[in-house]
């Protein structure tokens, strides 16, 4: 899907397309940004879940200081050529991406030295040991990724993944659900879910509960994003007299 002009407007609550300087399209399906081409004074970008792979439209956001593009399609780390002339990008988050490969340590290495001046990679503070180390064990970009090789890159089948994969389903399930949340809510700057919050969810539930509650979970996360202050207001109070509802439950229960 190609992001629209308008499209962006709406999301941003802007008159003009010079005038956004914040922009969420997390989870929308996204596979086209050439309209990053008209936005020279965005500063906060998040396009997490999303099928992007091109880069390219991103080299004219001079003025981006963060950008969100975990779980994507971006097959080669030669798409960072096109962020290295970012002179205020501080924090990228580019983490399940099929670029990442399975070596992490040459994967972040290889990112640092192109991008020396992030301070946080994959919600990670960057260290000036690492900016250091970077210089050794990176491998420097010079040339923007060619486009009918990117598929000879890192790609990880995800046939193999799961055959390589030993853990319990229910577990591994659940695992994954609580990540996934957790992922989300570092990115809205909320606290994660512990684990133990979630302890009853075990292997006795179905898979089909496991994929609803997370779905649920999801859903209300990704829409908080688009609220302001009153219809976060709106949800509080409503969470309040369900916490309450429950709490009565439990004690006539008891």
């Not at 899907?1 to 003009?16: C, H």
């Not at 005038?19 to 940004?33: A, F, P």
């Not at 946080?120 to 180390?133: F, G, I, P, R």
């Not at 659900?177 to 990115?187: K, Q, T, V």
Request: hydrophobic letters at 35%; a negative charge.
């Amino acid at each position: 899907m190609r992001l629209s002009g308008p499209a962006v407007l709406t999301r941003a609550k802007a008159g003009a397309l010079d005038g956004v300087r914040r922009l969420n399209c997390w989870g929308s399906h996204l596979t086209d940004i050439s309209i990053c081409r008209d936005l020279p004074n965005i500063e906060v970008i998040t396009f997490s879940v999303n099928g992007i792979s091109d880069l390219e439209p991103l080299t004219r956001c001079r003025n981006l200081s963060e950008l969100y593009l975990r779980k994507n399609n971006i097959r080669s780390l030669n798409e960072l050529f096109y962020l290295k002339g970012l002179p205020r990008l501080r924090v990228l988050w580019l983490a399940e991406n099929p670029c990442c490969g399975q070596d992490p340590h040459h994967y972040r290495m290889t990112v640092l030295r192109n991008l020396p001046g992030l301070q946080k990679l994959d919600n990670q503070a960057v260290t000036e040991e690492e900016l250091s180390q970077a210089q050794l064990d990176g491998v420097e970009i010079t040339a923007p990724p060619a486009r009918s090789n990117v598929e000879n890159g890192w790609a990880e089948s995800t046939e193999s993944s799961a055959a390589g994969s030993t853990t319990e389903p229910g577990n591994d399930l659940l695992s994954s659900s609580l990540e996934e949340a957790n992922r989300i809510e570092e990115e809205l700057g909320m606290k994660p879910v512990p684990r133990d919050k979630y302890s009853s969810f075990s292997t006795r539930e179905t898979d089909c509960n496991h994929k609803k509650r997370n779905n649920v979970l999801n859903a209300i996360l990704l829409l908080m994003k688009e609220l302001d202050a009153e219809g976060l207001e709106i949800i509080q109070q409503m969470v309040t007299r369900r916490l309450q509802a429950f709490q009565k439950k439990e004690l006539q229960e008891e």
